[in-house]
C-alpha cells in the first residue's frame, strides 16, 4: 500500500536567545532547545503544546578547537564520547507553545528542577559498572564531572492531571515530572541508583550505547501503559534493529519488550547524498501512540526521516507501514526529533537545533495528510 499524499507547512517561529559566549574564533550563540521531543495534553485548547529541550549546548572536541578556537582541548582528542559543554548553567526545560494560525508563540518555559529545588543539569549521571557515561568537561577541559540530577532530555508525554513524564538517555532512565517542572519520581536501571532514584528498570537498559539511550517516549490513552524507545541497538547487539519497551506507568514493570527493524541505511536517500552511511546511523527520533497499542515512529538518520505505523500487539518483530518520508519533502530541516498529532490526518514535526550553536533555526512543520491516519 502507498503512503497517504500529503502537503507541508513551515510554520513561523522566531528562536528565543539564551545568550552567547565570545570565544577565540567567533562567538558562541544559543537559542532556546525545543526539538528533543514535542506532546500534547488531553484536553488542552486546540494548537497547545509542549517542547522538550535536551541537556543544554554542547560540542564534540574538534569542533571546539577548529571552529570556535578553544585552546588546551588537545589532551581530549582522544577521550571516547569526549563533550565540551561551553554553558553548563543551561539545563532540561520544558516550554508551553500555542500554533495560532500559521505561526508558533512561545507562551512559557519550566526548567526542570530535583525535589531539593536545585536545576536538573546537563551533566551525566553517576555511571560506574551499571551504565558508562559521557565524559564532559568545560572550556578549560577540565572534567565537569557527574551529577545525580543530571539528565539528558529526549521525549515527553503530558498526562492529562498537569504532570509530564521525561524520558532521558543518560541512564537511561524516565523521570515524573510535575506541573511546575519539580522531578517527583525518578526510575533508574538496576544497578545505577542515585539519591533520589528508584533503580527498579530492567538492568539491561544500561547496555544502551553512550548517547544512544531513551529516544522516543508515548503513553497509552488511558495513561497506564508507557511506550519507551531505545535511540538505536545496545552495545554489542546488531545494529539493524533496536527495542521498544511496553511499562506499566504505575509500577515501571517491563510488560512487554518490541523488536523494531530498521530500514536498510541506503534507503535514506538524503543521507546517502550526503556521504557514507551505515547501519550504527540508524536512529529512532520519536514515538507517538495513535491507538490501543498502535504507535508512530519516526525514523531517521540525519537528512532522511521516515515515519511509519506499528501494532505491538502483534508478535515477532514489528512490522512497518510507511506513512511518510522526508526524502519526498525536500523542503522539511534534517534532524527531526519532535513529532505531535494535530488531529488524525494532521502531524507536527519540528527539527533539533542544538540550541541554535551552530546557526540553525528551530524549524516547525505541520504535514497534512489526505487520509486519517488513526
Known amino acids: 500500500m502507498a503512503p497517504p499524499r500529503f502537503t507541508v507547512e513551515r510554520l513561523d517561529w522566531r528562536d528565543r536567545s539564551l545568550g552567547e559566549v565570545a570565544l577565540p574564533g567567533r562567538v558562541l550563540r544559543a537559542t532556546l532547545g525545543l526539538g528533543s521531543g514535542l506532546a500534547r495534553r488531553p484536553g488542552d485548547p486546540p ?81 560506574g559498572d551499571a551504565a558508562a557515561m559521557e565524559p564532559v568537561f568545560d572550556l578549560a577541559g577540565l572534567p565537569l564531572g557527574a551529577d545525580p540530577n543530571g539528565a539528558d532530555s529526549e521525549a515527553v508525554v503530558a498526562l492529562s492531571d498537569g504532570s509530564f513524564w521525561v524520558a532521558e538517555e543518560y541512564g537511561p532512565s524516565l523521570m515524573k515530572v510535575g ?24 538492568a539491561q537498559a544500561g547496555r544502551r ?24 541497538a545496545f552495545e554489542n547487539d546488531d545494529a539493524d534493529a533496536t527495542r521498544i519497551w511496553t511499562l506499566d506507568a504505575a509500577t515501571g514493570a517491563l510488560l512487554a519488550e518490541h523488536s523494531y527493524p ?17 547501519p550504527g546511523a540508524l536512529k529512532i527520533g520519536e ?20 515515519i511509519y505505523a506499528v501494532d505491538l500487539a502483534r508478535n515477532g518483530p514489528l512490522a512497518k507501514h510507511l506513512i511518510f518520508t522526508s526524502d519526498d519533502a525536500p523542503e522539511i530541516a534534517p534532524d527531526l526529533e519532535g513529532m505531535i498529532a494535530l488531529s488524525d490526518r494532521d502531524l507536527l514535526l519540528v527539527n533539533d537545533n542544538d540550541f541554535g550553536i551552530e546557526g540553525v533555526e528551530t524549524r516547525f512543520f505541520r504535514v497534512r495528510f489526505d487520509q486519517a491516519l488513526f
Open 209 to 232: 550505547r553512550l548517547n544512544r539511550g531513551f529516544e522516543g517516549l508515548a503513553v497509552s490513552a488511558d495513561e497506564t501503559r508507557l511506550y519507551a524507545g531505545f535511540q538505536s
Open 47 to 127: 494548537g497547545r503544546l509542549w517542547a522538550l529541550g535536551d541537556r543544554g549546548p554542547n560540542l564534540k572536541v574538534k569542533q571546539a578547537r577548529k571552529v570556535y578556537g578553544v585552546k588546551g582541548l588537545g589532551h581530549l582528542s582522544d577521550v571516547s564520547g569526549a563533550k565540551i559543554l561551553p554553558m553548563p548553567q543551561i539545563g532540561p526545560s520544558l516550554s508551553e507553545l500555542q500554533i495560532t494560525g500559521g505561526r508558533v508563540e512561545w507562551l512559557r518555559t519550566l526548567p526542570l528542577r530535583a525535589a531539593s529545588g536545585s536545576p536538573v543539569t546537563g551533566l551525566p549521571l553517576p555511571g
Open 262 to 278: 530498521f530500514d536498510p541505511p541506503e534507503s535514506f536517500l538524503r543521507d546517502v547524498a550526503a556521504g557514507p552511511v551505515g
Open 287 to 306: 514515538l507517538l501512540c495513535v491507538g490501543d497499542s498502535r504507535l508512530l515512529v519516526l525514523e531517521r538518520i540525519s537528512h532522511t526521516s521516515k
Open 179 to 202: 506541573a511546575d517542572g519539580m522531578v517527583e519520581r525518578r526510575w533508574t536501571p538496576k544497578g545505577l541508583a542515585p539519591p533520589g532514584a528508584e533503580d527498579i528498570l530492567p
